[in-house]
């Protein structure tokens, strides 16, 4: 009777807190960004960068890896992709927690109005990770965890509306649709 009520209430109470997303904001200055052009997904040299090298960046910036190729770091020695462009402020939003496809394409047109008057940002991206040991990925296969449990896409939406979707799985997993 009563254990059982007490026990449900305190289930209910702390599913609820895990269901929540968690949302932090950070903001960094001076950021050195990878020059990108929507219509060359290759990069030229002196012109802009490829998708691959965009992809690289990204990893470094969220996971606040230095940029600035110092010889005495034991972390990372990376830098960022010519051509670049420092960018004064930048703006970093992470939600954590189980969210639902209809809340991301939100997410994305929220951000698209971003683009609105004052044209400020060239392009923005939405990276969307699936936890590393999640039991599926896409489609109808089993999600293979075996090194790095790869398992995301990123949206790279420019000034135009143009977009780049870049997807990466582990070696063991389908491809997505």
């Not at 449900?8 to 050195?32: C, E, G, H, V, W």
């Not at 940029?67 to 051509?83: A, I, Q, R």
């Not at 008057?117 to 939405?126: F, Y």
């Amino acid at each position: 009777g009563a254990e059982g009520s007490t026990l449900m209430s305190y289930f209910s109470k702390n599913q609820i807190q895990a269901l929540k997303p968690k949302i932090t904001f950070s903001t960094l200055r001076d950021l050195q960004c990878p020059v990108l052009q929507s219509n060359d997904l290759q990069g030229k040299p002196e012109e802009s960068c490829s998708t691959e090298e965009l992809f690289e960046w990204l990893g470094a910036v969220l996971n606040q890896v230095s940029l600035d190729n110092n010889s005495s770091s034991f972390l990372s020695t990376y830098c960022c992709p010519e051509p670049n462009t420092v960018v004064e402020k930048a703006f970093l939003c992470t939600i954590t927690g189980f969210i639902i496809p209809e809340k991301i394409i939100q997410l994305l047109e929220q951000l698209c109005c971003y683009f609105g008057e004052p044209k400020l940002a060239h392009w923005l991206t939405l990276t969307v990770h699936g936890f590393a040991d999640s039991p599926v990925s896409w489609r109808e296969s089993e999600h293979g965890f075996h090194k790095g449990g790869e398992n995301l896409y990123n949206f790279v939406i420019f000034r135009n509306l143009d977009y780049w979707l870049q997807m990466a799985v582990g070696a063991h997993d389908d491809c997505p649709p």
